[in-house]
């Protein structure tokens, strides 16, 4: 390591940085001329998911590194975002209450009269939503400045959004992202309303995967066929018939009328949301779905490109102390490496070999 050439160090750091930041770190480490000559690839693949602060000192840091760098700049390719925090249980932090005012904020035991039961419920939804602002206020201020340095260079993105109420827009472009993953809707810092359509936002994207998960947000799929023009494989997971315009739109931009949408798809992956409980007789709800399902062939059968309908997701048993929503982001983060770190499939492999994962 002490012998070989400068350039060779460097390429063989971008080969070991794709775990989503570790070996990165652990190489600044090593000693000063590995710290130099491992620099370039120290941010080729990022992976944030606990909190604004760690994207904020994540920031500092990359500033401040490319600040030093003589040659060839730090960029990030890869990245991983989720807003999810680290749980639903601690990504709410509320201000420390005194000895004095505890007693009246935290009950003492189980409630034990309906009147205590829905007065803790409020208390508790007064926290979620404090907490929510306090999220969106840091999240408000971080994540703008974070886009703008990564946009122009990121070549694949997975952003996991959890209710995050943008209040601000980033007027950027993603020139070289090759292949986007969106859990909960479209980018909430940048709605396509007020983006010109004669220029698109991923001009080199190529595999869209979009989980509908958790919120009902309208994904309009006739928008990203304007905005994502080179698109060659498209996924969508949790697919649910509400609201009815992700659907309908879907079912349009892969339609034999719509040749100009998405002019280069080759395929599509269309998992369906959870079926309904199972019950004795067949209610309403699950003639519903029995109709979607069938719909979602149909629709598969009508399309120009080839169309895989999967089977509707499996939802597994809730277990104590397991959140189901840091199983979907633990997946959606493997997923994502599985492509960074060499010649996975990804979230693909179900598309093309006929495999269903456990969970999406």
């Not at 002490?2 to 940085?17: G, Q």
């Not at 399902?293 to 399309?303: D, I, K, P, Q, S």
């Not at 809730?318 to 010649?343: A, F, N, S, T, Y």
Request: aromatic fraction near 8%; glycine fraction near 6%.
């Amino acid at each position: 390591m002490d012998k070989l050439a400068v350039e060779l160090l460097t390429l063989i750091s971008f080969y070991a940085c794709t775990d989503g930041g570790p070996t990165g770190c652990s190489l600044s480490l090593v000693s000063r001329r590995i710290r130099e000559v491992s620099r370039p690839a120290r941010f080729f693949s990022v992976s944030l998911m606990t909190s604004p602060t760690q994207i904020e000192q994540f920031l500092e840091c990359l500033q401040n590194e490319r600040a030093r760098a003589t040659d060839m700049l730090p960029r990030v390719r890869h990245l991983c975002l989720s807003l999810f925090g680290n749980g639903t249980a601690t990504t709410i932090s509320t201000p420390p209450a005194s000895s004095s005012s505890m007693s009246m904020l935290t009950p003492v035991g189980p409630p034990r009269s309906r009147v205590e039961f829905l007065a803790a419920q409020r208390r508790r939804a007064q926290q979620w939503h404090t907490g929510q602002d306090n999220l969106d206020e840091q999240y408000g201020r971080i994540i703008p400045a974070l886009i703008r340095a990564v946009a122009p260079d990121v070549h694949t993105f997975a952003f996991l959004q959890a209710q995050w109420r943008s209040t601000s827009v980033v007027r950027c472009v993603f020139p070289q992202l090759r292949e986007l993953t969106l859990v909960g809707g479209d980018p909430t810092f940048q709605p396509f309303a007020f983006v010109s359509s004669d220029k698109p936002l991923y001009p080199a994207l190529k595999r869209l995967h979009h989980i509908l998960a958790w919120v009902g947000k309208d994904v309009d799929f006739m928008q990203w066929g304007l905005h994502a023009p080179n698109v060659t494989h498209l996924r969508v997971s949790r697919l649910d018939y509400h609201p009815r315009i992700t659907v309908e739109t879907l079912d349009q931009a892969i339609g034999e009328n719509e040749p100009e949408c998405f002019p280069h798809l080759q395929s599509v992956v269309i998992q369906p949301c959870p079926a309904p409980p199972p019950v004795a007789r067949m209610d309403p709800t699950h003639l519903a779905f029995r109709d979607y399902l069938v719909y979602l062939e149909r629709l598969a059968g009508r399309a120009r490109v080839p169309v895989r309908v999967l089977p509707p997701l499996e939802m597994p048993k809730l277990m104590p102390g397991v959140d189901p929503q840091q199983k979907c982001i633990h997946r959606v983060k493997e997923e994502w490496l599985d492509r960074v770190e060499g010649d996975g499939d990804g979230c693909w492999r179900e598309g093309m070999h006929g495999r269903q994962a456990p969970i999406a």
